[in-house]
């Protein structure tokens, strides 16, 4: 089992950034690839940002490229993803996730996931 905890959401002004933690607890919970998912009200969950296990390979979402910045430090169990230029479409729950693939995008590819963090962007 692992265990999942984000951090770091909140209310931001269109522009602005944010840091979004996710601390990791359990066996093995550093040879696991990492992602971070978002969902909307009433829209499904969306994939954002992945890394290996390693932290050697990153994936992101079109939609993020350039503003999103995933990393992770296996000596502190935890994952950052950086989330500058924020619009108000941003706005979701954002979800920390561990899976075996980290090119995998599809939710159900992934097996532990945390409760989320808000992130709100006003206009």
């Known amino acids: 089992q692992v265990q999942l905890v984000e951090s770091g959401g909140g209310l931001v002004q269109a522009g602005g950034s944010l840091n979004l933690a996710c601390a990791a607890s359990?066996?093995?919970?550093?040879?696991?690839?990492m992602g971070w998912f978002r969902q909307a009200p009433g829209k499904e969950r969306e994939f954002v940002a992945a890394?290996?296990?390693?932290?050697?390979?990153?994936y992101y979402a079109d939609s993020v490229k350039g503003r999103f910045t995933i990393s992770r430090d296996n000596a502190k169990n935890s994952v950052l993803l950086q989330v500058y230029s924020l619009k108000p479409e941003d706005t979701a729950v954002y979800y920390c996730?561990?899976?075996?693939?980290?090119?995998?995008?599809?939710?159900?590819?992934?097996?532990?996931w945390g409760q989320g963090t808000q992130v709100t962007v006003s206009s």
């Open positions: 996730a561990a899976g075996r693939v980290a090119s995998a995008s599809a939710p159900d590819e992934y097996h532990f």
């Open positions: 359990g066996r093995s919970s550093n040879f696991y690839a």
């Open positions: 890394i290996s296990w390693t932290g050697s390979s990153t």
